[in-house]
C-alpha cells in the first residue's frame, strides 16, 4: 500500500499514476482528540488497523492524476525526526577529505558519533519547495532512505525491528555547511523532506537491498544502494531506540552516501529510490521580510556580539 497526504490534508492512497481519495474514511475511523494529545502520530499508530477499511475506500473513490495534487509529507506530527549522520563509509571518506564539508568538525562513524535529531518543524512534502534561507552559506542535499515506525517500542532489538516499521519513503535531509550543531543547521525551515508518499513494508522486497538516485537540474550527484549502509535499518532501529522510545509516526533518516553537493534557489531536485519512487523537487528561497533577525550566522564569528 501506498499512502499519501495531498493538497488541505487529504489522505490518498497511490494506485499506479493515480491518487484515490480516501480521506472521508479516514476521518470516518479516527477518534476525537482531546489535550493533552497521545504521543506520536495517530493516523500512522492506525494504519494497520485502517487498512481494509481504506483499501475498501479505493475501489471507488474519486481518482486524480499524481501529478495534479500537491504532495505533503505523508507523517502529519511526527514526534521526532531521527538521523544518522555518517552511515556510509564511502560519504565518510568524502566529507574527511574536504574542509567544506567538515569545517573543523570531528568527522566520527556512526558507532562513535550516535544519532542525532532534527526539529520536527523542518518537515516538508515533495509537493513544497525546499527553500534556502542563508544563500550566503553553503547548503547541501543529502538523498536518504528514510523508515517510519508504525509501533512503540524502546531497546527493540535488531531482529524485531521490523515488526515496528510502518513504511518506507525517500527522505532528504538538508544540510547547512558549517561549524554548528547539526541539529541547528539541519532543521531549517523545509530542510526534511519526506516523499513522495509512504510504501509499507510488503511492497518492500529488501530495505538494506535499494537503489538510491538523486539528480540536480538532470546530473546525477548520489546514485548508491542501502547495501552500503554501516548500520542497515534493523540496526538503526536498534540503536536509536537504546537511547528513546520510538513512537508511531517517528522518522528515522538512514544517513546518506557519497556525491553530497550544494544547491541553491531555482534548482531542481530529481529524486528516487527503487520500489518507493521518484519526485521532482523544487528549491527557492526563503521569503518575507530578510531581517537581520533572519541572517545567517556568519562562519568564523567571534561569538555573539554582546
Ligand atoms: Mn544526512
Redesign the pocket.
Known amino acids: 500500500m501506498r499512502v499519501c497526504r495531498f493538497d488541505d490534508d487529504r489522505v490518498g492512497l497511490v494506485d499506479g499514476d493515480q491518487v484515490v481519495d480516501v480521506t472521508e474514511t479516514v476521518r470516518a475511523h479516527m477518534p476525537a482528540f482531546a489535550w493533552p494529545l497521545p504521543r506520536g502520530d495517530q493516523f500512522i499508530a492506525r494504519l494497520d488497523a485502517l487498512r481494509p477499511a481504506m483499501e475498501a475506500a479505493a475501489r471507488s473513490g474519486p481518482r486524480r492524476p499524481v501529478g495534479e495534487v500537491r504532495l505533503l509529507s505523508p507523517v502529519a506530527n511526527p514526534g521526532k525526526i531521527v ?3 555518517v552511515n556510509y563509509t564511502k560519504h565518510f571518506d568524502e566529507v574527511v577529505d574536504d574542509a567544506a564539508l567538515h569545517h573543523g568538525n570531528a568527522i566520527k562513524t556512526i558507532h562513535d558519533a550516535g544519532v542525532f535529531l532534527k526539529a520536527t518543524s523542518s518537515l516538508i512534502g515533495a509537493g513544497e519547495p525546499v527553500e534556502i534561507a542563508w544563500p550566503e552559506r553553503r547548503t547541501d542535499h ?1 538523498i ?1 532512505l528514510a523508515i517510519i515506525i508504525g509501533r512503540q517500542g524502546y531497546a527493540i532489538a535488531r531482529d524485531k525491528a521490523r515488526d515496528h516499521i510502518a513504511g518506507f519513503a525517500i527522505g532528504l ?1 538538508m ?1 547547512v555547511r558549517g561549524p554548528e550543531e547539526r541539529s541547528y543547521r ?1 532543521s531549517l525551515d523545509t530542510f526534511s523532506l519526506l516523499g513522495p508518499w509512504l510504501v509499507t513494508p510488503d511492497e518492500i522486497a529488501d530495505p538494506n537491498a535499494l537503489e538510491l538516485h538523486l539528480k540536480v537540474n538532470g546530473e546525477t550527484r548520489q546514485r548508491a544502494s542501502t547495501r552500503s549502509l554501516i548500520l542497515n535499518c534493523e540496526a538503526l532501529i536498534e540503536y536509536a531506540s537504546r537511547a528513546y522510545t520510538l513512537y508511531p509516526g517517528d522518522v528515522i ?1 538512514t ?2 552516501p557519497e556525491g553530497v553537493s550544494p544547491i541553491a534557489a531555482g534548482d531542481r531536485i530529481e529524486a528516487s529510490i527503487e520500489q518507493i519512487g521518484d519526485m521532482v523537487v523544487a528549491v527557492g528561497a526563503r521569503g518575507g521580510d530578510v531581517s537581520a533577525a533572519r541572517a545567517a550566522p556568519a562562519l568564523g564569528a567571534q561569538g555573539p556580539a554582546a
Open positions: 538521523a544518522a549522520p543529502e536518504e535531509d544540510t539541519k533518516m544517513g546518506t
